[in-house]
């Protein structure tokens, strides 16, 4: 079975540019997550879908950061403009609950750095 | 309090001896708790995950999980050198899996 897929797996840009992400899930899964981690920390929550819908996104920064996932399946997520502080590895996860609070597989993250 | 906390180690462990991690939580209706693996520079991996108190054995890995004192744990029995990585505890709230910070273990050969 394909694990979660993103792309590019490293990206490098200048401060104001935009940037984005995308994530395959695991087939069959209905629950997407984007995650933020900084060096050092633990993944923190930017977005969860189920299906097509996003049933949370308090983490996500929104006068900058977008996200969306057409057809249930794919996902992109959008930087427009980068801050320095954007720096960091987005992860993307998925599931097959709904709760948010089940077992979550990861893909091999994209690591940003902002100039 | 932070809602879940880990010792940042790094924590070094002899070659084929059990390593212990622990974790602590804050929110007292959490249900659900997991353990990942990650080495550096890449993604987190799932090793288990824990829903009732008590032990849960897989392999050379046990998560143990005490509701009553917010506290779930990893050993790692028969440590080896390629057990050496960052432990992430993680802990549901509300609709949210919750990340510690991690514990970094270094396996001594």
């Known amino acids: 079975e394909a694990g979660v897929v993103q792309s590019p797996r490293y990206k490098i840009i200048e401060k104001k540019q935009p940037v984005a992400f995308w994530c395959n899930p695991i087939?069959?899964?209905?629950?997407l997550y984007w995650y933020r981690q900084n060096l050092g920390q633990g993944p923190e929550l930017l977005i969860r879908?189920?299906?097509?819908?996003?049933?949370?996104d308090s983490q996500l920064p929104k006068d900058r950061f977008s996200a969306e996932r057409l057809k249930g399946v794919d996902s992109t997520l959008k930087i427009q403009p980068a801050e320095l502080g954007d720096s960091a590895v987005y992860l993307c996860?998925?599931?097959?609950?709904?709760?948010?609070?089940?077992?979550?597989?990861f893909g091999p993250g994209t690591r940003l750095t902002v100039t | 309090q932070k809602e879940v906390e880990q010792n940042s180690g790094p924590l070094s462990v002899p070659e084929g001896a059990i390593a212990s991690l622990n974790c602590t939580y804050s929110?007292?209706?959490?249900?659900?708790f997991f353990w990942y693996r990650q080495y550096s520079g890449k993604s987190p991996e799932l090793i288990m995950s824990?829903?009732?108190?008590g032990d849960k054995e897989d392999g050379r890995f046990t998560a143990q999980l005490n509701k009553a004192s917010q506290y779930v744990s990893l050993l790692i029995r028969d440590s080896q050198p390629s057990d050496s990585a960052t432990y992430l505890c993680?802990?549901?709230?509300?609709?949210?899996?919750?990340f510690g910070k991690g514990t970094r273990l270094h396996i001594l050969p």
């Open positions: 996860a998925s599931s097959t609950g709904t709760s948010g609070s089940e077992e979550q597989y």
């Open positions: 087939s069959g899964h209905n629950t």
């Open positions: 879908y189920e299906n097509e819908e996003a049933v949370d």
């Open positions: 929110d007292r209706v959490s249900q659900s």
């Open positions: 824990i829903y009732s108190n």
């Open positions: 993680a802990v549901n709230r509300d609709d949210k899996i919750i």
